[in-house]
């Protein structure tokens, strides 16, 4: 192993007393708590050969030597932590609490928490259980594991997110959503939450009801969806677990350092993160440890409380699940590591070492030390007294009052802000932080205590159960007053208040805090009506955003539950400010608002009024943004012809008054005009077309607005332009192709076959999509198979599949008699097909500059690969090519393992077309399907007749029959290196053949 100069690697304990290790943490006495498990990969719940092991190093000589087993017969645990008296397990599908009662070591009493996580995905299982510095238990789950926890009336269905615990009330909560497989959390010395992730970016800052980027899978309607906070990449893409390091047996440049476990690069990565308005900008540091062995797999990184860090390997010749689970008899189950990395001579700990028999003053002091392990155990430890003598227990009010008072005073006079925050903290976590001390933090000279406070305030009404809110809570203080009026202070009011605070931080725990706090209105005055003081907080939120990249998210995901109530009012605030001082977060508000009304089909004139505020001023580009989402819903047909009334009288002004004079609105409104048949906006929009120096989305755009508005006369010219390659670029032709899946005429079906043959290669499938959409169509298609116009093999699998299943019998015998039955499921031949592949390769030497090309042709039509290709499936750059046995299995047995979001979904639409895709977006309104090319169809959910789930993926088998065998050596050329093959520092992959 390398680590960096004056560093160590010690062996601290190794099988046989270590197997399988996938989670681990260290408890106050800094024993070692692993969960091991022989299980994986299985799927089916029920009780296993898993469990959690103690492993102590007695003598206090740096190795394990005393190990026994704390609890027995789980299946696959995958998180652990220690805390409130017991042991918390994640143990899909349960969260488990165990308990050891007659102190002989192992748990007699198990609690199941929550339970609905899945097992569909056990690479994804629920995972990282952490305590956060507000006391609740953090923990994540996978984008291909769907869980659904029920918990007092209120159901959770979710895929990959951050959820958390409460410890007592056992309150669970989503806290962010998105990203892919994360595994692994950290909190920084600011309280902030960090991911690490795998297969899409790797470094993650979550912020509370943020949605995040997903791998794959739809987003709920109207998401303002949030990014990572890195735009670098390390060795490959896939990671497990991550640690915030900040320990001072460490030098100081690596200390504050984000550690991450790279499992298909065998090291440990390390980034580091600065400031960006409320949120993080990751840049990376050159690796902390290369292990130079292909088995090294880490799990877990932790600093221990002797200040080095520890490290718990899997060690498996298998990286990734697919591989496991095509073969798991193969997965290794007699090894396992954990490793001590050490600065010089740190001692180790000393034979006394027990922060649980410390005193609390010993505790409160150790807030304030170099060692993060000790700080967070200590806040713990702390939180856990609290809980226990608070006033309703027998022990009397006044051991409470006393360690609470003397933390409050450590929390305001502490040596150091850390002392003082990891002391709040303490509060905070007890439930222990109370009105007369909001008062105090929300008006603290330093931001990070006034942002506390909202937290502190927001967590009260979080940590009870629905059952528990009604109860009042505990104090243990007499009423405070306030400007002189006895219990007369609402801290919401503050609250709201704190929406202009300078600090950034303030403002994102405001616009995260709405979520638990009512909506909030002033008196009432003559007429009645009352302002909508929480609708003003967000509009300040809003106006004071800048360039801040988070906080306008935040404000939006908590306020469009609320729009109906909230919009008049920031409407009317927006319209008094001059159109220069609007920020950009507040048009953004605005024109997700009216995108929301518009999926619901309401408040016609409140969108005809967004537009005409946003529209004043020189940027009229928010307020056409409308007008083409208008456009096209009516377009799709999500508002059908029949609903067009309720909205033409109230944009009818503005398309009239937008499009008789040149302006920023007059394109917009002319593609609005144009759905509605409107003769002048039609000629606009043709204009549109036919210019050649537009956007391309512009020429679309009008496109689609015609076709929707037009007949065989428009299908005539896009064929014509279709035809002709000077019309435009191949991206804007194959939009054409799409748009022109909208139309019923047969024309379409003539225009795509004479032009199929001028086609650039990339644009042939796109046709042969089309054309397997309308059963007229495929009539068309498989008459130009059968007369060999087009080649048998050019028709993918999924194509195929829609011709043979067709409720036209007729196409349906024609399309089996060329192709045959086309199987649902997996094919079992596949691994057969692998091996014939695999010695045709050995056998023939490929070019991968010509391979380059071939992948355009067949697999850029869904997937990016160096930036090049569409995005439907995951991008292959970094993914799925660790090795060339993986890639091989990837490219040839495509369903092996297929996450949920990349099984393909078949729609029938009432008007004839089939269409299948991946699901974007899933929503009582429409359904959003991402098709092969790259384009999204919205699909109004009451146009579907039929929507089936396909048991395969959207990713076909079959390649080998649709490339020549030199093609495909070609391909695997190209696909082996690590780098594009101009790169003259690319390597082929692990194993990938020379050929000959």
Same mark, same amino acid.
């Given at each position: ?9 010690? #062996? ?43 492993? *102590? ?55 199941? /928490? ?28 996978? /984008? ?60 993650? %800052? ?15 309607? %109207? ?8 735009? %670098? ?8 677990? #991550? ?91 007699? %090894? ?81 802000? +850390? ?21 105090i933090l929300f008006d603290h000279d330093n931001a990070s205590f006034r942002a506390w406070g909202v937290r502190a305030l927001a967590n009260r009404g979080s940590e009870l159960r629905s059952d528990q809110r009604s109860r009042r809570r505990p104090s243990s203080h007499r009423p405070m007053t306030f400007a002189g009026k006895p219990e007369s202070w609402n801290p919401w009011s503050k609250v709201w208040s704190l929406a202009k605070d300078p600090s950034p931080d303030v403002r994102l725990q405001v616009a995260t805090a709405a979520r638990h706090g009512r909506p909030q209105f002033g008196p009432r005055g003559p007429d009645g ?32 539950? !609320? ?50 505020? #946003? ?28 609903? /067009? ?8 002004? &503005? ?39 537009? *956007? ?7 496109? !689609? ?116 039955? &086309? ?62 046995? !993986? ?26 077309? /089939? ?46 029959? +649709? ?25 082929? #992959? ?7």
């Amino acid at each position: 192993m390398e680590v960096p100069e004056g560093f160590t690697v010690e #062996l601290v304990a190794s099988e046989p007393d270590l197997v399988n290790p996938v989670a681990m943490t260290i408890d106050e006495q800094g024993r070692f708590w692993v969960c091991e498990s022989l299980e994986y990969p299985r799927h089916e719940p029920g009780v296993g050969r898993d469990r959690i092991k103690v492993l *102590e190093d007695t003598d206090r000589d740096g190795k394990v030597d005393k190990t026994w087993v704390y609890a027995d017969g789980l299946n696959i645990p995958s998180g652990i932590a220690v805390g409130h008296g017991g042991v918390w397990v994640a143990n899909a599908p349960d969260i488990l609490f165990l308990r050891d009662t007659d102190g002989d070591g192992k748990a007699d009493e198990r609690e199941v /928490v929550v339970t609905g996580f899945g097992r569909d995905d056990t690479h994804e299982l629920p995972n990282s259980l952490t305590w956060g510095p507000d006391g609740w238990l953090y923990g994540l789950n996978g /984008v291909f594991n769907p869980a659904k926890v029920t918990q007092d009336g209120e159901t959770f269905d979710f895929t990959c997110a951050v959820f958390r615990i409460h410890p007592v009330t056992r309150k669970f909560e989503l806290f962010a959503e998105g990203t892919s497989n994360p595994w692994g959390i950290a909190f920084d010395d600011e309280g902030s939450l960090f991911v690490s992730a795998c297969v899409i970016d790797h470094f993650w %800052h979550l912020a509370e009801t943020g949605y995040y980027i997903r791998q794959g899978g739809p987003y709920p309607p %109207h998401t303002w969806i949030l990014p990572s906070i890195v735009k %670098h990449t390390h060795q490959m893409a896939a990671y497990c677990g #991550l640690h915030y390091c900040d320990s001072d047996a460490f030098p100081e440049e690596w200390r504050n350092v984000f550690l991450m476990g790279n499992i298909h690069g065998n090291c440990i990565n390390a980034d580091v993160t600065e400031r960006r308005g409320s949120t993080y900008f990751g840049k990376p540091r050159e690796d902390f440890l290369s292990a130079n062995d292909v088995w090294f797999m880490t799990v877990e990184q932790m600093t221990g409380p002797d200040g080095s860090l520890y490290v718990l390997d899997w060690y498996d010749r298998y990286h990734c699940y697919q591989d496991a689970s095509a073969d798991p008899k193969g997965v290794d189950r007699l %090894h396992g590591r954990l490793y001590r990395v050490r600065y010089k001579e740190t001692p180790y700990l000393p034979a006394d070492f027990d922060l649980a028999k410390e005193s609390d003053e010993q505790l409160i002091e150790r807030l304030d030390g170099g060692n993060d392990f000790l700080r967070a155990t200590a806040k713990r430890l702390l939180a856990e007294r609290l809980l226990e003598r608070r006033p309703q227990k027998e022990e009397g009010p006044l051991a409470y009052k006393r360690l609470r008072d003397d933390l409050w005073d450590f929390a305001l006079h502490g040596p150091s802000k +850390q002392a003082r925050m990891n002391a709040l903290w303490s509060l905070v976590s007890a439930g222990g932080v109370e009105d007369f001390m909001l008062m105090i933090l929300f008006d603290h000279d330093n931001a990070s205590f006034r942002a506390w406070g909202v937290r502190a305030l927001a967590n009260r009404g979080s940590e009870l159960r629905s059952d528990q809110r009604s109860r009042r809570r505990p104090s243990s203080h007499r009423p405070m007053t306030f400007a002189g009026k006895p219990e007369s202070w609402n801290p919401w009011s503050k609250v709201w208040s704190l929406a202009k605070d300078p600090s950034p931080d303030v403002r994102l725990q405001v616009a995260t805090a709405a979520r638990h706090g009512r909506p909030q209105f002033g008196p009432r005055g003559p007429d009645g009506s009352s302002e909508n003081i929480t609708a003003i907080a967000y509009f300040d939120l809003l106006a004071t955003a800048g360039d801040d990249p988070l906080i306008p998210t935040i404000v939006w995901q908590n306020v469009k539950g !609320q729009i109906t109530l909230a919009i008049a009012t920031i409407l009317d605030h927006t319209a008094a400010l001059s159109p220069a001082d609007r920020s950009p977060a507040l048009k953004e508000v605005l024109v997700r608002a009216a995108e929301l009304f518009l999926a619901e089909k309401v408040q016609p004139a409140t969108i005809a009024r967004i537009v005409n505020v #946003l529209a004043e001023g020189d940027d009229a580009s928010s307020a056409g943004q409308v007008l083409r989402t208008l456009a096209d819903k009516i377009a799709t047909g999500e508002i059908r012809r029949d609903q /067009v009334g309720t909205f033409r009288p109230a944009f009818e002004p &503005i398309v009239a008054a937008s499009i008789g004079k040149e302006g920023p609105l007059r394109h917009d409104a002319a593609l609005l005009g144009a759905t509605w048949s409107d003769v002048k906006a039609r000629e606009i929009a043709h204009d549109i077309v036919d210019d050649r120096e537009a *956007e391309t989305g512009d020429r679309l755009a009008a496109a !689609q607005a015609l076709l929707s508005g037009g007949g065989d006369d428009e299908v005539a010219a896009f064929t014509t332009l279709l035809a002709d390659k000077a019309s435009g670029s191949a991206e804007f032709r194959g939009g054409l192709i799409a748009a022109l899946g909208r139309s019923e005429s047969p024309q379409v079906a003539d225009a795509m076959l004479s032009s199929y043959d001028s086609l650039e290669p990339e644009l042939r499938p796109r046709a042969i999509e089309l054309l397997a959409q309308r059963p007229a169509w495929g009539e068309r298609l498989v008459a130009a198979v059968e007369a060999k116009q087009i080649p048998k093999d050019a028709v993918g699998v999924n194509q195929v599949r829609r011709l043979v299943s067709s409720n036209d019998e007729a196409l349906a015998a024609k399309a089996t008699a060329i192709w045959g039955t &086309i199987r649902e499921g997996r094919s079992p031949e596949r691994e057969k097909v692998i091996a014939e592949v695999r010695k045709q390769l050995e056998d023939t030497h490929g070019d991968p500059f010509a391979g380059e090309k071939a992948f355009a042709k067949v697999c850029g039509q869904c997937h990016k690969i160096y930036g090049n290709g569409e995005e439907v499936g995951p991008d292959i750059t970094r993914n799925g090519r660790n090795d060339f046995d !993986q890639l091989l299995s990837n490219v040839l047995d495509p369903s092996l393992v297929i996450g949920a979001g990349y099984q393909a979904r078949t729609v029938v639409t009432s008007d004839g077309r /089939v269409l299948s895709g991946l699901v974007v977006e899933d929503t009582p309104q429409r359904l959003v399907l991402k098709l092969q090319g790259g384009k999204t169809e919205a699909i109004p959910r009451d146009s579907i007749e039929e929507d089936v789930l396909s048991p395969v993926s959207l990713m076909p088998e079959g390649l080998e029959r +649709q490339l020549s065998p030199q093609e495909m050596a070609d391909l695997f050329a190209f696909l082996s290196l690590d780098k594009p093959p101009s790169d003259q520092d690319a390597k082929r #992959l692990p194993g990938a053949p020379a050929g000959k």
